[in-house]
């Protein structure tokens, strides 16, 4: 079977989109998580982190489902969304300046922001459950308050020698934030599969290294739950943006620096958050698989 693709990346985070729009994917929905790791391999596939599908949608414009380098199935990613909506308005399919996209952290919003686009990534989730995270009793901490919401606000979690003060949340998918002095030689790498995988997280998380700058900026590298360290991640950076505001190391309007480049985060008055960035095309080209 010859499939039809387009390489696309957001600050270098970068995607497999394949349009199921038109003629639908002949593959069994359990041979999707083989089809994302052999397509996403460096080596012998196309090479990406995660591979997007596009398909239409009964309750909204489109829907776009998302497969990470391990064959996993993620519920959203922002910055595969501005991929996959740049996609829509570069092929005329429609011309909508807000597009209303399916996925399985709801419907999504981007919109055009002059050669940028701009996403409502929704409302942040602190609800444990939710997240999910698995609090242990531990009498060293205490869930705070945010605006009336409970928060889980620098949970001690030890990896290995070091004790990390998280703060978890959701932007669709879990998330946890990890502020720390230096990000420079700190070693993503080894610590970040760790978080990922720990006990806590009952669906795996992602986990964001955060350098503050200032009020106004920060740096962040990212291990992302399913594809390893990456160099930008929109859910993320959003993630990023609302965890330095509750703890107040941070404004609510934010550049946030990624390995990849600058994201723009804007968490709203009316408790949305906002992510500006950009969207890139690579190539397109056609690739034969057996299934």
């Known amino acids: 079977m010859k499939i039809a693709f387009i390489k696309m990346h957001g600050l270098g985070n ?9 003629r639908k994917l002949k593959i069994e929905n359990s041979k999707f998580k083989i089809l994302a790791k052999n397509l996403c391999n460096r080596r012998f596939g196309i090479g990406a982190d995660q591979l997007l599908l596009l398909y239409p949608s009964e309750i909204a414009d489109y829907k776009m489902r998302i497969f990470n380098v391990d064959g996993s199935e993620v519920e ?3 910055n595969g969304i501005r991929c996959l909506a740049k996609y829509i308005w570069d092929k005329n399919l429609s011309n909508k300046n807000i597009l209303s996209i399916e996925t399985l952290a709801g419907i999504i919003k981007p919109e055009r922001a002059d050669d940028m686009i701009r996403v409502d990534m929704g409302e942040p989730v602190f609800e444990a459950e939710k997240i999910p995270i698995k609090i242990l009793q531990n009498p060293k901490f205490k869930v ?5 919401q409970e928060v889980i606000i620098d949970y001690p979690l030890k990896i290995e020698d070091n004790v990390f003060y998280v703060t978890c949340l959701s932007m669709g998918n879990p998330h946890a934030v990890i502020i ?4 420079s030689e700190f070693p993503v790498s080894f610590y970040g599969p760790l978080i990922e ?4 997280f009952p669906k795996r998380t992602n986990v964001e290294f955060v350098e ?14 399913g594809s390893g360290e990456t160099l930008a991640c929109g859910t993320g950076a959003s993630a990023v943006g609302v965890a330095t505001t509750i703890k107040g190391v941070t404004g609510r309007v934010l550049t946030v620096h990624l390995a990849g480049g600058d994201l723009m985060i804007e968490w709203a008055e009316d408790n949305h958050v906002y992510m500006t960035g950009p969207a890139t095309k690579v190539f397109e080209g056609i690739i034969e698989i057996k299934y």
Request: proline share 0%; glycine share 2%; with cysteine.
């Open 180 to 183: 720390l002095e230096d990000l």
């Open 212 to 225: 503050v700058i200032n009020t106004h900026e920060v740096k962040v590298r990212v291990w992302e739950r």
């Open 197 to 200: 995988n720990n006990h806590l």
């Open 144 to 148: 705070q308050s945010y605006k009336e």
């Open 14 to 22: 970068d995607f497999i989109l394949i349009d199921c729009c038109e």
């Open 76 to 78: 959203m990613c922002g």
